[in-house]
């Protein structure tokens, strides 16, 4: 098993930047993909980014593209999503969530085994 402790999340106005951090105990990092999602008040959990075990692939949400940067230090067991240029809508509960191998796609929740507690963004106008 893996635990999923995330950080960094706060109150920054529209326009701002926040990097939110994933940090991992338990097995060995680099077994897992890592991915990050988000939750607004009444609405479904959603995908955000994945990156891969070695950190070579990397996907994006149409949404975040060009503005979120996911990356990942498997010597430090961290994961992190940089946010720039954020936007009210962006405004949710940030988890990052972790899968060993392949189950389907990694844009669906359903991939994930592992999940962090999360963090809140919160983006005022």
């Known amino acids: 098993q893996v635990q999923l402790v995330e950080s960094g999340g706060g109150l920054v106005q529209a326009g701002g930047s926040l990097r939110l951090s994933c940090a991992a105990s338990g097995r060995t990092f680099s077994d897992y993909v890592i991915g990050w999602f988000r939750q607004a008040p009444g609405k479904e959990r959603e995908f955000v980014a994945h990156?891969?075990?070695?950190?070579?692939?990397?996907s994006y949400a149409d949404a975040v593209k060009g503005r979120f940067t996911i990356s990942r230090d498997n010597a430090k067991n961290t994961a992190s999503l940089q946010m720039n240029s954020l936007k009210p809508e962006d405004t949710a509960v940030y988890y990052c969530?972790?899968?060993?191998?392949?189950?389907?796609?990694?844009?669906?929740?359903?991939?994930?085994?592992?999940w962090g507690q999360g963090t809140q963004v919160t983006v005022s106008s």
């Open positions: 990156i891969s075990w070695s950190g070579s692939r990397t």
């Open positions: 969530a972790a899968s060993p191998g392949p189950k389907g796609s990694w844009r669906d929740v359903r991939s994930y085994e592992y």
